[in-house]
């Protein structure tokens, strides 16, 4: 099979870095934070010949990536550099590549209360589904399926067969938007 490369955007200290390879058939990945001590640490814990770290300022993208996973990290970013965030990711994919876009839904009660409740998330500014879809459309993305996640929480784990079928209701406390880099630019 093709080389699996994938690019964590957003990707912190690393720690999601060994998961990747035990779930998905990648062969090399590269993790992009904008904290440099963030990096630091990620190349300590989790640095490899098949696992780079990069600061997203020192990053060239060159459309070499398969897969481009972001969870969680756009909220964070000023609505202004936005567009200039998704479009490193577009660059960084090669012609067909696929994006796995998370963020926290804005339309779960129980997800605006946890975000309020951390500090870290509490000057976020969320993305509703059609805000991001419509973000990752104008760089150029297909945006090829939205799911939603995580709607039963733990202590109503009986529920979570249900999930499945439920997927396409806006529901969860997260979402997934499936994207694409069309095979021919516009």
Known sequence: GA????????????????????????????GL????????????QHGSDRARFDTRAAYKPD?????????????????AERAGAATIIYQSLRPGGWLAFWENNPWNPGTRLVMRRIPFDRDAIPLTPPAAAKLLRA???EVVRTDFL?????LLGWFRPLERPL????????YQLLCRKPHHDR
């Open 150 to 154: 995580f709607i039963f929480p733990r």
């Open 3 to 30: 080389a699996r490369r994938m690019e964590h955007f957003g990707c912190g200290t690393g720690s999601a870095t060994p998961y990747f390879y035990k779930l998905l058939p990648v062969t090399a990945s590269l």
């Open 139 to 141: 760089i150029g993305f």
């Open 167 to 174: 997927c396409r209701l806006p529901l969860g406390a997260q």
């Open 33 to 44: 934070d904008t904290s440099a001590k963030s990096i630091e640490v990620a190349r300590q």
């Open 63 to 79: 459309g070499s990536m398969d897969l481009a996973f972001c969870n969680g990290v756009f909220h964070h970013i000023p609505l």
